[in-house]
């Protein structure tokens, strides 16, 4: 079974610029999460959503930050501007309730 | 809110065994979780552990639970160099997987 797949899996791109994550998860999961992992902070929550819908988005940093899950199969995690200070892996997961969540390989983004 | 956590590093030769424990403050957790994060990837889970149960065994892995205290370890027996990681402990709340900061284990050969 394919997991979950991210693309880019590596991203650098200079301050200011528009930057696009994606996310295709595990066909019949119904959750999908986006994750942020930094040395100082760790393993962060930013938004999820159930059946495409987003339930909780109190850890999405500011408004520069916007996420979508236009269908079941995709999602996107949007930064514009991006900022030196959001270099980080970010992950994706999905689940199918009650079942634990599985990640994809992150994408690993540098803003210079 | 709910915490969960984990000392930051250990370190055990190969051959011995390793215990990496967590706490949790969540009384309503369901399920518990290891998962294991190797450079560069993802984390990948590794076993888990309903919240009405004790103990599991899988392989060289053992997960042990105790609910009153909130305390979950897990063992890993003849580790290997193989097993060096990063390992994160995970409950589910009402609604929510809450992670903890990671333990990274290094195997001195």
């Known amino acids: 079974d394919a997991g979950v797949i991210q693309s880019p899996r590596h991203e650098v791109t200079e301050m200011g610029q528009e930057v696009t994550l994606r996310c295709k998860p595990i066909?019949?999961?119904?959750?999908l999460f986006w994750y942020r992992q930094t040395m100082m902070r760790g393993l962060e929550l930013l938004i999820y959503?159930?059946?495409?819908?987003?339930?909780?988005d109190s850890g999405m940093p500011e408004d520069r930050f916007s996420a979508k899950m236009p269908n079941a199969s995709f999602s996107t995690l949007k930064i514009q501007p991006s900022e030196p200070r959001d270099s980080a892996v970010y992950f994706c997961?999905?689940?199918?309730?009650?079942?634990?969540?599985?990640f994809g390989d992150g994408t690993r983004l540098s803003i210079l | 809110g709910e915490d969960v956590e984990q000392s930051l590093f250990l370190s055990v030769r190969e051959g011995d065994s390793s215990v990496i424990n967590c706490t949790y403050t969540d009384s309503s957790s369901t399920y518990l979780y290891w998962y294991k994060q190797e450079p560069g990837a993802g984390l990948q889970l590794l076993t888990y552990i309903f919240s009405n149960m004790d103990m599991k065994q899988d392989q060289r892995l053992t997960v042990l639970l105790n609910k009153k205290d909130k305390h979950l370890s897990l063992r890993i027996a003849d580790t290997q160099t193989g097993d060096s990681a990063i390992y994160f402990c995970?409950?589910?709340?009402?609604?929510?997987?809450?992670f903890g900061t990671g333990t990274k284990l290094q195997v001195i050969p």
């Open positions: 959503f159930n059946n495409n819908v987003p339930i909780d």
């Open positions: 066909s019949g999961h119904d959750y």
């Open positions: 995970a409950e589910r709340g009402y609604q929510k997987v809450t």
């Open positions: 997961a999905s689940s199918a309730e009650p079942q634990p969540q599985h």
